[in-house]
């Protein structure tokens, strides 16, 4: 039995699933002849690295503990046998084993995972990603995490095949023409909000009470997260864009940008005609419209688009993902990629199927 040595970045939501994913899948994983062992697991400031018992890592009742520790937001550094830290590269060093994965389930900034990236690149160590932003900072960094063992399917459409999909066509000769994806469930549920009649501050509004928005809508209707998805998908396409080099439409004039979160919920009905403006245009025309990433080689959008009532995307309704490839095989009718994309099971399920996978191509 070949013992999997894991290093996991972040312990929030999503890696607090992973670990209790990890845990429920063992008699799996010894279906193929290995095991995951934990042997060490950070936050943004603290770590716990296995330092008994080492063939086997930390054990189920220690990592449930800890999973349980976290969940009462409390730090790694205040457990009894956690530290402090703020040296990623020295984290992988210490803990460490051969045959090791790094995984990133935080949302830090790419110059702060950089680090560790770079030693396991230099130890050989695999590396799976449900974290964004390194894969849409600097093209140097991009370069780096493909130099060896990588998969980053959470970072589109959380635990949908999208990234795998994609990588199945292009490992077997397939060219990727158009992707046109409705990539946010935020904006899924904001653009059925108005097809259903709803005024946009109401729609984002009932969002923001139900939780579907981040604390600060802005953060959602500002575009970005769905931008760096965009990203992710062309760069894996073959395209070296930068973020500047998108053309990203926010849902809110750039005066908004400077009110207090509270200032800019309830300024929110200044932006209802304009949008019911362009919902009367497009019913008018038998569409509706979705927030969506188009990408192709003459362009990369990030922004508003009518589209057919009847398309797969018309018929999208509420928080649901959906993402179509238009390809050289698949030309006339798109191949379809849909369902739930985000939750912190399904993103924590997506990176366990990465995990697997470089699991098994080390064997």
Known sequence: MRTIPIIQFGVGGVGRALVRQVLATREQQSRYGFQFAYVALADSDGALVATRHEDEGMSPLFLEA??????????LAEHPEGYWQNDTA????????????I?????????????AFQRARTLGYGIVLANKKPLTADLHLWDLLHAGPLRYEAT?????????TLRSMLDTGDTVLRVQG?????????????EAGHSFSAA????????????????DLNGMDVARKALILTRTIGLPLKMEALSVEPLYPESFASLSRDEFLACLDELDAEMQARVDD????????????EISEAEVFVGVRA??????????????NLIAFTTTRYRERPLVVQGAGAGVEVTAAGVLADMFQLALLSA
Do not use: C
């Not at 800890?66 to 730090?75: F, H």
């Not at 995984?103 to 680090?115: F, H, K, S």
């Not at 569409?287 to 990433?293: G, T």
């Open 204 to 219: 984002v509004r009932e969002a923001h009470r139900l939780g579907y928005t981040e604390p600060d809508p802005r953060d």
């Open 182 to 194: 409705a990539l946010s469930g935020t904006l899924g549920f904001v653009m059925s909000a108005l």
């Open 103 to 115: 995984v990133d389930a935080t949302a830090a900034e790419a110059e702060t995972m950089a680090p």
């Open 282 to 293: 497009a019913a008018a025309q038998g569409a509706v419209l979705r927030y969506v990433a």
């Open 307 to 320: 589209v057919p009532r009847e398309s797969p995307l018309g018929a999208l309704r509420g928080t649901d």
């Open 90 to 101: 020295a984290l992988v060093d210490v803990a460490g084993w051969p045959g090791a994965i």
């Open 66 to 75: 800890l999973v349980e520790w976290k969940a009462q937001g409390k730090r």
């Open 156 to 164: 589109v459409g959380a635990g949908l095949p999208v990234m795998s």
